[in-house]
């Protein structure tokens, strides 16, 4: 088991955390909100793509997208339109 973060941390520092201050940055790395418990070969192949680049399976995509929204939204985190329309895909199965 390994520990992911749902909007992965590097992808966060490219739509705009490098501009955060560094407790909000530590509170966003270690947000539980953020944080899902995953199997290693997922989370390699995931890395620091988003929704639209990477998809879990379709048993967790409600909840991938649900935990996505919500910390993207509770961050003032961009989501970009490609991962929008995965996103929404993901919701309309849910």
């Not at 560094?22 to 890395?47: I, M, S, T």
């Not at 993207?72 to 849910?94: I, K, M, N, Q, W």
């Amino acid at each position: 088991m390994q520990i992911d973060h749902v909007y992965p941390l590097a992808l966060a520092w490219r739509m705009g955390a490098s501009g955060w201050p560094e407790d909000r940055r530590e509170r966003f790395a270690n947000d539980h909100a953020n944080l899902l418990a995953v199997w290693g070969v997922p989370n390699g192949q995931k890395g620091d793509s988003g929704p639209a680049e990477w998809q879990p399976r379709k048993p967790y995509q409600c909840e991938y997208a649900t935990k996505y929204i919500a910390v993207a939204d509770e961050y003032s985190l961009p989501v970009t339109s490609a991962d929008r329309r995965t996103l929404g895909g993901f919701l309309d199965r849910c």
